[in-house]
C-alpha cells in the first residue's frame, strides 16, 4: 500500500475544500489582510484548487505576483481552470513541486501553507527549502487543521522549522486551527 497517496488529500477531494460554506467560515481576506501588500511577491505551497490563492492574486495587485505550488498536476489542472480568462490570471504562476523538493526559483515576501505541512514526509528539508527563499523580513504563515493534528504535532512542527533557521514572530489566533508565524532567525 501506498502511504504516501493516503497522507495527501486526494483530487477528488478538491470540491470540498472550494466551496461557498468555507468562504463564510474561512474568509482568505480576513486570514490574509493583516500581511499581504500590494506588489508582494508570495509563494503558496499546497495551493489545493486555489481557495486563497485567487484572493491572494487580488491582493497583491497588479505589481504583484503569486506562485501556486502543489505537488499534484490535478490540483494544478483545477487552479488553471478556476482562474481562466479572469483579470488576475497573469498574476498566478503555477509550479508543480517533487515530493521532496518544492523547486522554485527567486526570493517571495511572503509564504503560506494552509493545511498541507502535516502532507509533507521530511518537514526540516521542507522549512530549510524555504527558509532559503524567503527574502530577510519575509514571512511565513503556517496553519493546521484541529483534529488531525494534535498540539504536540504542531508543537514537533514549529521545533523542526526552529531547526532549519525560523523563528515564531507570533501565534495567531485562527480558532480552531493552528496557526503561526514564522520569520528568518
Ligand atoms: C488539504 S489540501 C489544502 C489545499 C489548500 N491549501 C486549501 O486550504 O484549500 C493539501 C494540499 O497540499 C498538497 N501537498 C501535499 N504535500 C505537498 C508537498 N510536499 N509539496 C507541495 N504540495 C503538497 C496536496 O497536493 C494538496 O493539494
Not at 2 to 10: F, G, M, S, Y
Not at 16 to 22: A, G, I, Q
Not at 30 to 52: N, T
Request: proline residues 4%; hydrophobic residues 40%; positive net charge.
Amino acid at each position: 500500500m501506498d502511504n504516501r497517496k493516503n497522507r495527501v488529500c486526494p483530487v477528488e477531494r478538491s470540491g470540498s475544500l472550494n466551496n461557498r460554506f468555507r468562504k463564510w467560515l474561512q474568509s482568505p481576506k480576513k486570514i490574509l489582510s493583516p500581511y499581504i501588500e500590494e506588489g508582494m511577491a508570495v509563494l503558496e505551497v499546497g495551493c489545493g484548487p486555489g481557495f486563497f490563492t485567487i484572493d491572494l492574486a487580488q491582493m497583491v495587485g497588479e505589481n504583484g505576483k503569486v506562485v501556486a505550488a502543489d505537488l499534484q498536476e490535478g490540483m494544478l489542472q483545477k487552479l488553471k481552470e478556476n482562474i481562466k480568462g479572469s483579470e488576475i490570471e497573469h498574476r498566478i504562476i503555477l509550479h508543480k513541486c517533487e515530493e521532496d523538493k518544492i523547486g522554485v526559483s527567486g526570493k517571495f515576501d511572503f509564504v503560506f501553507l494552509f493545511y498541507m505541512v502535516h502532507e509533507v514526509p521530511n518537514k526540516e528539508a521542507f522549512f530549510t527549502e524555504l527558509e532559503s527563499i524567503l527574502k530577510d523580513n519575509g514571512r511565513i504563515y503556517v496553519v493546521e487543521p484541529p483534529f488531525h493534528v494534535s498540539k504536540k504535532d504542531f508543537e514537533e512542527t514549529i521545533k523542526k522549522a526552529n531547526v532549519s533557521g525560523l523563528t515564531v514572530v507570533e501565534r495567531t489566533k485562527l480558532f480552531p486551527n493552528k496557526a503561526v508565524i514564522l520569520k528568518k532567525s
